[in-house]
Structures are given as C-alpha cells and as structure tokens.
C-alpha cells in the first residue's frame, strides 16, 4: 500500500515539474503526452511491475516479465491506460460502502464518488 502512494507521489511531482510545468499542461491529452515523456524510462508498470516496452507514444506492456494473468481482456491489459493513477481500492476499501459491496456498491456514496472524480 505504501508502496503505491510513493509511486504515485514521485510520478505526480515529476510530472508537474521540469519542461512538462514550462510547456504548461491545461488538458488530459496534454498530461498524457507528459506522461509518456515520464516515463520513457521506468522500469515497470505502478500495479503489477511488468516491464514497459515504448514504441514511440505507445507502451506495450510486457506480461510475461511479472507473471501477471489476465482474467478478462488481454488487448486492454497489453497496453498502458493514463486514467487511474490511484487504484480505486487505495481510497475506497475502508468506506463502508467497499466493505458492504465493493467497489460497484460505492457508487451511491457521494464521498467515495468525490474520491472518484479527483484521484481516478
């Protein structure tokens, strides 16, 4: 756990620094490209450590360097996604409504919905 929110602080404070802050980043899209720029370099993924390969602006992500297993869809989990920075388990799982139901059951509370909409 703490290991994720240090990622996540490192990366958000590199992000908002150097030539991304004098560039000036007024949208996702221009995040994203921030982002990429970041990253070039990092070793793995934030969730499960697999290695990255870049070709160009694309990250392909490498499953088989962590042994992840995907259980759903291999052509979204082969690819890296700028939208969740935070796992939304990270700020929910102590919300009742994460205890009672899940992730889905926190849709109707408006504090984790809050949560949602700044960090996810």
Partial sequence: MYRYLSI??????????????????NSFSQ?????????????????????????GKKGVVDLQSCGYQVRKNENRASRVEWEHVVPAWQFGHQRQCWQDGG??????????????KRYA
């Fill in 8 to 25: 996540a602080a490192v990366v958000l404070s590199a992000a908002f620094s150097g030539p991304a802050l004098a560039e000036g980043i």
């Fill in 103 to 116: 992730r889905k059951n926190c849709a109707k509370d408006p504090v984790y919905r809050k949560m949602g």
């Fill in 31 to 55: 995040a994203k490209a921030a982002a990429v720029k970041v990253h070039a370099d990092a070793p793995g993924t934030f969730y499960c450590g697999c290695k990255i390969n870049w070709q």
